[in-house]
């Protein structure tokens, strides 16, 4: 079974930085895409960044790219999101995802684990 554990969030003025990670366990292979969503309530959850882990091929969505970088530390088995130029749009509980096999989805609908997610607060 896998398990993602996030951490890192916080809160930052706007123009700050963060950087999260997600730690990963019981993954059999590296067939695997990996995502980071976020959510304020009412909104539904959104993605931010998708990467296949065997590839590295990412995607990130137009509201932070060019200010968030995904990185990983296979020997940690932990996946970094480094976010620069916070804006208090940012503002979310950012959640760590895994989808096992071929497809990288921009909907939270086909992921098959989740993490508990991070709280991330950008002020003005």
């Known amino acids: 079974q896998v398990q993602l554990v996030e951490s890192g969030g916080g809160s930052v003025q706007a123009g700050g930085s963060l950087k999260l990670s997600c730690v990963a366990s019981g993954l059999t292979s590296t067939n695997y895409c990996l995502g980071w969503f976020r959510q304020t309530p009412p909104k539904e959850r959104e993605w931010v960044v998708r990467?296949?882990?065997?590839?590295?091929?990412?995607w990130y969505s137009d509201a932070v790219k060019g200010r968030f970088t995904v990185s990983r530390d296979n020997a940690k088995n932990t996946i970094y999101l480094e976010m620069n130029n916070l804006r208090p749009e940012d503002t979310a509980v950012y959640y760590c995802?895994?989808?096992?096999?071929?497809?990288?989805?921009?909907?939270?609908?086909?992921?098959?684990?989740w993490g508990r997610g991070t709280q991330v607060t950008v002020s003005s």
């Open positions: 990467m296949f882990l065997d590839s590295g091929i990412r």
């Open positions: 995802a895994m989808k096992a096999g071929s497809g990288c989805p921009v909907t939270p609908t086909g992921w098959h684990f």
